[in-house]
Every structure is written in structure tokens, then in C-alpha cells.
């Protein structure tokens, strides 16, 4: 069964303090890594598709790397409003190509 | 460009009603997703209909069902409810050809809450 576990659960920073949220996953073989920004009282809003390890991405102050076993999203100089929860996904290769989500990281940035 | 519209955005029911959601994709999305979130399990997936068939289900009692019309609008409903069942219900549209690999898009979600 595929698994999906994302560190902290919450996370509180100041404006500018930069730290990295992560995504661990278990699944037979990688079609791809999500991860998708969630505000209060909307849906989630799709941020990046990771495919191979090694591979990296970036938008604005977010980067998000991925190796063999973990993905991890680094919020470079955050903002306030960078606050949201962030939540992983991973799509297994083989079977139903439905992502399977983690719980997500509830970020706070304060002024 | 519309995104995907969920009615309605809140809902109180009683136990032992029934409700019906909906859903209207992004315009050239065949393909359309429930997902239940709730504090405690977060997103589960109920189920995927592409083309007016279903092609996935999630491990969600039979009170839960769904369908897809001709214009890939999408429904579900519940019958029955539990207290339970009270959760932000979300539906995602993808363009069927990338199966999701470009990121789903969510709607706002409709707020179920059962008493």
C-alpha cells in the first residue's frame, strides 16, 4: 500500500527565517511526486509534479526536491503570506494512477 | 478561464438524510475526482469518473455514489448520512490524456455537516 508521511505536522516561522518541509513515501515504483498549497476554506492549488529523483523545481520562494525515498519543499525568505497548508502526493506507477495524499504541513509565517 | 464550480459551498443535513453535491470541471475536462477531507484522515479518495463511467472507487461505504453527465458535470451523493460524514467534500478535473500528472485541479470544496 502506498504511503505518504509529511514532517512537521505544523510549523511556525518569522518572515525571512527559511526551513524546508518534508514528504517521505513508500510506493513500488514512482509515476510522480505532487505538491499542492491549501488555503483556509478553498481547494487544494496544484504547485509542482516531480518525476525522477534528483529532480528539482522552483516558484517564487518555494523549491521542491525529491531523491528515492523523500521530497522536501524549502521555503526560501518566507512571507506571510506563504501561511497555508502544504500537502504531498504521490502517484504509484501500475494501477488506478490515483495520487495518494499525505496529511499535510500547516505553515504559519508571521510578521 | 472558469475553474472548477462545486454547489453548493455549505450544507447542513440531519442523520438518516440524503444530499446531493455537484460539480462542473474545467471546460475540456473529461476526467473528474471526489475526495473527502477531514482533520483526522485527511484527503481520501471516493472515487473517478471519465467519460459518464466510473473508472476508479475508493474504500468508501455504498452509501457514497456518484456519476458523470455528458458535459463531464459530475454529482455525488450520500444517502444515509452519519454524523461522520461531516467533512469538506472536494472534486479535482484533469485533462484525461495526462491522468493527472500535471496536477489536479481542485474546486472549493462543499462544507458538509451532519447533526
Known amino acids: 500500500e502506498d504511503q505518504v508521511t509529511q514532517s512537521p505536522e505544523a510549523l511556525r516561522l518569522q518572515e525571512g527565517e527559511s526551513s524546508s518541509l518534508n514528504c517521505s513515501y513508500t510506493?513500488?515504483?514512482?509515476?510522480?511526486l505532487f505538491w499542492y498549497r491549501q488555503d483556509p476554506g478553498k481547494g487544494p492549488e496544484f504547485l509542482f509534479t516531480l518525476y525522477s529523483a534528483g529532480e528539482e523545481k522552483e516558484k517564487e520562494r518555494l523549491k521542491a526536491t525529491l531523491t528515492k525515498k523523500e521530497s522536501f519543499l524549502h521555503i526560501t525568505a518566507p512571507k506571510p503570506e506563504d501561511s497555508a497548508t502544504y500537502l504531498c502526493a504521490v502517484q504509484a506507477t501500475g494501477g488506478s494512477y490515483i495520487p495518494t495524499f499525505g496529511r499535510g504541513t500547516s505553515l504559519i509565517v508571521h510578521p | 478561464k472558469a475553474g472548477v464550480t462545486q454547489t453548493p459551498r455549505y450544507l447542513i443535513k440531519t442523520r438518516g438524510q440524503q444530499v446531493t453535491l455537484s460539480c462542473s470541471p474545467i471546460?475540456?475536462?473529461?476526467?473528474v475526482s471526489w475526495y473527502q477531507q477531514t482533520p483526522g484522515q485527511g484527503l481520501q479518495f471516493l472515487f473517478e469518473y471519465f467519460s459518464e463511467t466510473q473508472r476508479n472507487k475508493g474504500n468508501f461505504p455504498g452509501r457514497f455514489s456518484g456519476r458523470q453527465f455528458s458535459n463531464s458535470r459530475s454529482e455525488m451523493n450520500v444517502s444515509t448520512l452519519e454524523l461522520g460524514d461531516s467533512a469538506l467534500y472536494l472534486c479535482?478535473?484533469?485533462?484525461?490524456?495526462?491522468?493527472?500528472?500535471?496536477?489536479?485541479?481542485f474546486g472549493s470544496g462543499t462544507r458538509l455537516t451532519v447533526v
Open positions: 479535482a478535473s484533469t485533462p484525461s490524456v495526462d491522468r493527472g500528472m500535471g496536477g489536479y485541479t
Open positions: 510506493v513500488s515504483g514512482l509515476r510522480g
Open positions: 471546460s475540456g475536462h473529461r476526467s
